[in-house]
T-cell receptor
Framework: RKEVEQDPGPFNVPEGATVAFNCTYS??????FFWYRQDCRKEPKLLMS???SGNEDGRFTAQLNRASQYISLLIRDSKLSDSATYLC?????????????FGKGTKLSVKP | DGGITQSPKYLFRKEGQNVTLSCEQN?????MYWYRQDPGQGLRLIYY???????QKGDIAEGYSVSREKKESFPLTVTSAQKNPTAFYLC??????????????FGPGTRLTVT
């Protein structure tokens, strides 16, 4: 079974803090990785794709380490509105090509 | 606006009844997916379809059925054979690229409660 593992948290941080989430994946053949954000009782929404070279979108930076099969998400200058569950997602190769494997999520709570 | 719609948002049924959840997309995506999410759990794949008139079982297909007669539509039927049907059901779609995994876009979900 190909898995994506995340620390469930919760991460409780003050506004303005920098917080990092980590994720490991077991399928070394995976080529595609994503971070999704899910608010309470809502659908997951794509936050960003994760590229080998790393990528940044405003306060968010995603990194991929293929050698260690490890993905990270860094959030700088946390806002109250960043409070949500962050899902680490990897592409699944094998019987269901093209499908995604979702981690269970890491819960972030940003406090005033 | 392009997007994915699911209806209804909340659905209540008595045990023993079949129920069909709607999912429609106008993103011109080839692939569509159904997931189930239980409290504190990750998303689990029920069924997926990469092309019209074809679909495949996911990890937890027992007690569910689907059809894909049109590119835009991928309804899910929760049958009475599903032992624990109460859950949050999410439909998603993506472009389909053979061995590549593309990002999926989700509808707002349907919360099904069976008593």
């Amino acid at each position: 079974r190909k898995e994506v593992e995340q620390d469930p948290g919760p991460f409780n941080v003050p506004e303005g803090a920098t917080v990092a989430f980590n994720c490991t994946y077991s399928n070394s053949a995976s080529q595609s990785f994503f971070w999704y954000r899910q608010d309470c009782r809502k659908e997951p929404k794509l936050l960003m794709s994760v590229y080998s070279s790393g990528n940044e979108d405003g306060r968010f930076t995603a990194q991929l380490n293929r050698a260690s099969q490890y993905i990270s998400l860094l959030i700088r200058d946390s806002k109250l509105s960043d409070s949500a569950t962050y899902l680490c997602v990897g592409g699944n190769y094998g019987g269901s090509q093209g499908n995604l494997i979702f981690g269970k999520g890491t819960k972030l709570s940003v406090k005033p | 606006d392009g997007g994915i719609t699911q209806s209804p948002k909340y659905l209540f049924r008595k045990e023993g009844q079949n129920v069909t959840l709607s999912c429609e997309q106008n993103l011109n995506h080839d692939a569509m997916y159904w997931y189930r999410q239980d409290p504190g759990q990750g998303l689990r794949l029920i069924y997926y379809s990469q092309i019209v008139n074809d679909f495949q079982k996911g990890d937890i297909a027992e007690g569910y059925s689907v059809s894909r007669e049109k590119k835009e539509s991928f309804p899910l039927t929760v049958t009475s054979a599903q032992k624990n049907p109460t859950a949050f059901y999410l439909c998603a779609s993506s472009t389909s690229g053979g061995t590549s995994s593309y990002e999926q876009y989700f509808g707002p979900g349907t919360r099904l409660t069976v008593t």
